[in-house]
């Protein structure tokens, strides 16, 4: 509906109920009206491809496919301090209407009713399709299908029309949350087909502009870097009917004008505003703000063992005991995070991550400690952190130079531009950095397969290797396949202590995510990929 | 004239070969992995190495280039990643919102900038002469996306005087048809009066923070030729012959002050291009110069390539035209060609 249309609906309201407003009036209701049923989202950046599956889709894509596609299980959503948040361990159908788990398989019949948003009905072939795609295409959402042990074609089933089956093809307690994620989305497989090529058989090309699932929102317009427009599918059969008829989601560069737009009251949600921001208006008390820690997320320095002089323990923890934690805190995140240091003492190990280490800032013991690992006169490295999250990373770092020259390491800070920095990650060459890993399944186990065991993944930045920390690691997800809890608890804990006794990266914080809305709004919900989800909220 | 045309635009052939090598090799040098980038935040090697491929950023660098040379000849300039469309597509589509900004930002400066600068020559010393330097010099040194943001302050935040700093159309309106690609004009071809005021009201911060950076070059050039022309002996010759001030100022020496800033105004064009990457970033403008800085730091090669290739085509037309310009105002310089 374009703006013509609701001056003409409107003033036709006008006329029928016979409130003879003026008629700059009636224009201006009309706009309330569009605007009360429109939510308009401000951002730094906007999608590169409206399909995860698309080679090189950035984070903001992952927005579009999340509300524009079904998958065939999702979380329920429950409470945490205030804030929705989906429930981990509670899954529901969301294209299927039931789920039945066997030994090694699992079953999913369905919903009769549910058509994608050309009218077709979603059927086994769909699904079959789409997994089949996921774990072919190669790139991100093949390398995220594995993480839930789905890897070949022949693990998807069509038993009959409305039934598919998902062979497991080694036990994994990862496998039923992977199906959850955005990955494993259904795609209108007959109207993608006709849209592919020879070079192309998944017919990338073709998703990347169009959206064809069957989701609560389609992409009505997209101009790239600009905006992108949501229109509601009022057939969705995924959940009940959003409240939101349209969702306008503009892309707005400058920090200062996100906020602007947000306290002058003409846009909705904005949630990538700095941190100093959204402590002031916070503060202001005109807007809503949201401030979730990011799940299974940590902010941390990272060493690298390898080399010297971090290969040398005593090292590690004598930058441990220099970091200025609190100072961090408070100059660099306004409070705006989750502290994982200074825990007390005596506190016991938990079977949960992330959690704090028992780390302070002490300088006189990290001084001590660097003169018994045998530089009592200080050493020089270098300092280097992603300058994509520059707002963050330059004042932490710019802290901890300054505690570290009082200890005698003098540091030359090294800023990496953002399309550089994982390309030197992966060379894992940096001496020590700042970094950020976030896992979507929210499980121990799936944090330090990634971030500490042996096999050396790129998230891995500090070539740690530790054979008894493997052991740890393999033992936590067998056990947890298996469901024998007390293994995994022993495991966990055994990898947990571990780490903070090796310290090859030393956690910091876990981020917040900071979402600011205004007052009218509601139905704000945490999901594990962070991003927004359009088919909750309301307004008014 | 023709001959001139041709002459100009042969030259202008070995220079934007020069362009697309060495727009090639700069962006192949910078030191960014566009595979590693677009790999996503939870890559593994073999998923770089997998886009490397699909990218066909793995073949030699001669290879490379062959592929985008032969490539450029079909007019095909790449597809962009970061957003995922053809570049030739998306600089057509942004060509026109920087082109009507930059232009209504110089139409302003000058509108402003020129009789101001002729009247601080004409009074020499006075409080208007005071005032062109007190604001020149300000506009000149305030950096542009400081002016931007302070004009979105004070006119958008504190008085509520303009609409919201979100690019071309508020929300609420949708853009005319494409004729042109200048909202301006098309609205107006459309007969849609209302958007052409939207699209005015959106233009019109932009516009003045580009105008108040051109304004000091322009300013400063117009006078400083008035000045030189005042004094000549033309212009003692045409006050001895009792002619009327109006006439003296602006058909005579007015119009031989004219051609340094012609000149100047092609050098304020292209600084304000640059300036408008800024501005661009500031008023979420969806131009050309935005984009290109984004592709720049998302190691995006097509469309920085397109970007400078389309930019140093947009210098030769621009210089032809202030060459044929050269021709009009002043005779001499025609003979010359």
Known sequence: MNRREFVKSASATAVVTGTGVAAPAVFSSAQAQARNETLLIVSESGPNNLDIHGVGTNVPGYEASWNTYDRLITHEMTEKDGVRYYDRDKLKGELAEDMNIGDMSVTFKLKKNATFQDGTPVTAKDVKWSLDRAVSVGGFPTFQMKAGSLEKPEQFVVVDDHTVRVDFIRKDR??????????????????????????????????????????????????????????????????????????????????????????????????????????????????????VPYSNGVQYIGMNVKNPPFDNLKVRQAI????????????????????????????????????????????????????????????????????????????????????????????????????????????????????????????????????????????????????????????????????????????????????????????????????????????????????????????? | MLKLIGSRLATAVPSLIGVVIVTFMLTRVLPGDTAAYFAGPAATAESIAEIRTKLGLDKPLPAQFVDYVSALAKGDLGSSLSTGQPVAAEISARLPASAELTLAGLVLALAIAVPFGIMAAVKQGSWVDHACRLITTAGVSLPVFFTGLLLVYVFYFKLGWAPAPLGRLDVFFSAPETVTGFYLIDSLIARDFE???????????????????????????????????????????????????????????????????????????????????????????????????????????????????????????????????????????????
Not at chain 1, 176 to 186: E, M, N, Q, R, S
Not at chain 1, 225 to 237: I, L
């Open chain 2, 195 to 337: 958007t052409f005021r939207a699209a005015l009201a959106q233009l019109a911060v932009p516009a003045i923070t580009l105008a108040i950076f051109a304004l000091a070059p322009i300013a400063r050039m117009t006078r400083a030729s008035m000045l030189s022309v005042l004094s000549s002996e033309f212009v003692r010759t045409a006050r001895a012959a009792g002619l009327t001030d109006t006439t003296v100022i602006i058909t005579y020496a007015f119009r031989n002050a004219m051609l340094p800033v012609v000149t100047t105004l092609g050098m304020v064009f292209s600084f304000l291009l640059g300036a408008n990457v800024l501005v661009e970033k500031v008023f979420a403008w969806p131009g050309i110069g935005s984009y290109a800085v984004e592709a720049l730091i998302t190691s995006d090669y097509a469309p920085v390539q397109g970007f400078v290739l389309a930019m140093a085509i947009l210098y030769v037309v621009l210089n032809l035209l202030i060459d044929i310009a050269y021709g009009i105002i002043d005779p001499r310089a025609r003979s010359e060609a």
């Open chain 1, 174 to 291: 990862l496998t039923i949350p992977d199906l959850a994620v955005i990955v494993p989305c259904v795609i209108n497989s007959g109207l993608v087909q006709k849209n592919a090529t020879e070079k192309d058989p998944w017919g990338l090309e073709y998703t990347k502009q169009n959206t064809a699932g069957s989701g609560a929102y389609r992409v009505t317009k997209w101009t790239p870097g600009t905006e992108v427009v949501f229109e509601r599918f009022d057939d969705w059969k995924g959940g009940p009917l959003p409240k939101i008829k349209r969702v306008i989601w503009r892309m707005v560069p400058s920090a200062g004008n996100r906020r602007a737009l947000l306290e002058r009251g003409d846009a909705d949600i904005s949630y990538d505003l700095p941190n100093k921001d959204f402590v002031e208006l916070k503060q202001a008390g005109k807007l809503n703000i949201t401030s």
């Open chain 1, 320 to 540: 441990a005991y220099a970091i200025p934690y609190q100072k961090i805190m408070d100059a660099a995140l306004f409070g705006l995070a989750k502290p994982m240091f200074g825990a007390p003492a005596d506190a016991q190990t938990q079977v949960a991550w992330p959690q704090p280490t028992k780390f302070v800032t002490d300088l006189a013991k990290a001084k001590q400690l660097l003169a018994e690992a045998g530089y009592p006169n200080g050493l020089e490295t270098t300092l280097s952190f992603d300058l994509g999250f520059a707002g963050v990373n330059e004042p932490l770092c710019v802290l901890l130079q300054e505690n570290l020259a009082q200890i005698g390491i003098k540091t030359t800070i090294n800023k990496i531009p953002g399309a550089n920095w994982r390309t030197e990650l992966t060379k894992k060459v940096l001496p020590l950095f700042t970094n950020v890993f976030s896992g979507w399944l929210d499980y121990p186990e799936y944090f330090f397969f990634w971030c500490y065991h042996g096999n050396n993944s790129i998230f891995n930045t500090m070539s740690y290797q530790s054979a008894a920390m493997d052991a740890f690691i393999d033992a936590a997800r067998a056990s947890a396949a298996n469901g024998d809890k007390a293994a995994y608890d022993a495991n966990v804990k055994g990898m947990v202590d571990l780490a903070f006794a090796d310290v090859p990266r030393i956690p910091l914080y876990q981020p917040y995510v900071n979402v600011a809305m205004q007052k009218n709004i509601t139905g704000y919900e945490y999901w594990f990929h962070r991003r927004l989800d359009y088919r909750a909220f309301q307004k008014g």
